[in-house]
């Protein structure tokens, strides 16, 4: 039986960073810009180069597997769901409904998945997979709607939606990063070191980030109602889903089946509040949801394993 030890080895590094942003916002220490500063910098610099280095290293072909099937219906399932969930109770606009689409469904692959696959299921092949899929399919699909959701019915729309690839550094990192991973290219050596120092800083910082914006803000009622629903569809229903079409429709073999509920058990990414920050959107729904979906996956990754895993085979 995995130890709890193993969790938390993954979790507390979030803690610790968040609480560190969350101080020196009520220390003051960086001014009243930090947090608009520091999300820019992780959406246009840090992101981008930790996204393109990951992807040019790694074969495209690496998320063609069945098991992604069950992982990718139950975040499509989910997204659409969140973002119904938005439009139709809370009558929130398109960008809106495109975050809450995001926080319902989009997993924290990276800084969480990565050590949590490492610790429960021996490597982190899979959750590369999951990354990709993110990156390559869903990213594109949520910026797409926040972009289009945020430029109004004005004359330069179609114009904005269709350059909207080149002027956002997520996506272009990733079709950069692509694009050299179909190629074999390879940055010279100085120019790859540059980018993986500034890829690394893309966690910390988007955390901290996270953190200086718990300062000072408050949750109402209505929000409450939208938080619960994003949370309630990402740490129930998205492993449901999963574990539904994994075994009923595709019959995965049971390390297979556990890599993909456990993957879609994950809470949400701090992503989703970067975007929000990034698109002028309240950012109050993406960081409540990251921040309870993540205590609460502590409880559900563990009832995944307890469920799923070797002793129970």
């Not at 968040?18 to 500063?37: K, N, P």
């Not at 550094?169 to 790859?192: Q, R, V, Y």
């Not at 075994?247 to 994950?266: D, F, K, R």
Request: positive net charge; charged residues 10%; contains cysteine.
């Amino acid at each position: 039986m995995i130890a709890m030890s193993s969790l938390l080895a993954a979790f507390v590094p979030i803690w610790i960073l968040t609480t560190i942003g969350y101080l020196t916002a009520r220390s003051g220490l960086l001014g009243d810009q930090a947090e608009a500063v520091l999300g820019r910098f992780v959406f246009h610099v840090a992101m981008p180069a930790t996204l393109f280095t990951m992807l040019a290293r790694t074969p495209l072909t690496a998320f063609a597997s069945t098991a992604m099937i069950a992982f990718a219906a139950g975040t499509a399932l989910v997204c659409a769901l969140g973002l119904l969930a938005a439009r139709h109770l809370f009558h929130r606009p398109l960008a809106e409904q495109a975050l809450s689409g995001m926080t319902a469904g989009y997993v924290n692959s990276a800084n969480l998945g990565i050590p949590v696959a490492v610790q429960v299921l021996g490597d982190a092949s899979f959750v590369a997979q999951v990354v990709l899929f993110q990156v390559l399919f869903v990213t594109p699909v949520i910026l797409t709607l926040l972009d289009t959701g945020t430029a109004g019915r004005t004359q330069g729309g179609l114009l904005r939606a269709l350059t909207m690839p080149i002027r956002n550094p997520i996506i272009m990192a990733s079709a950069l990063g692509a694009l050299f991973s179909a190629t074999h290219w390879h940055l010279p050596a100085a120019l790859t070191h540059s980018c993986d120092l500034l890829g690394s800083a893309a966690v910390p910082v988007a955390l901290l980030t996270l953190g200086l914006s718990l300062h000072g803000r408050a949750t109402g009622r209505r929000l409450t109602a939208e938080v619960g629903t994003a949370v309630l569809l990402k740490t129930l229903a998205q492993p449901l889903i999963a574990l539904a079409v994994g075994t009923l429709l595709l019959h995965l073999p049971p390390h297979q089946l556990l890599a993909v509920v456990l993957c879609s058990a994950l809470p949400t990414a701090q992503n989703a509040f970067i975007y929000a920050r990034q698109y002028n959107l309240d950012p109050s729904l993406a960081r409540d949801s990251v921040m309870f979906s993540t205590l609460i996956s502590m409880a559900t990754l563990s009832l995944v394993y307890w469920t799923l895993g070797p002793t129970h085979r």
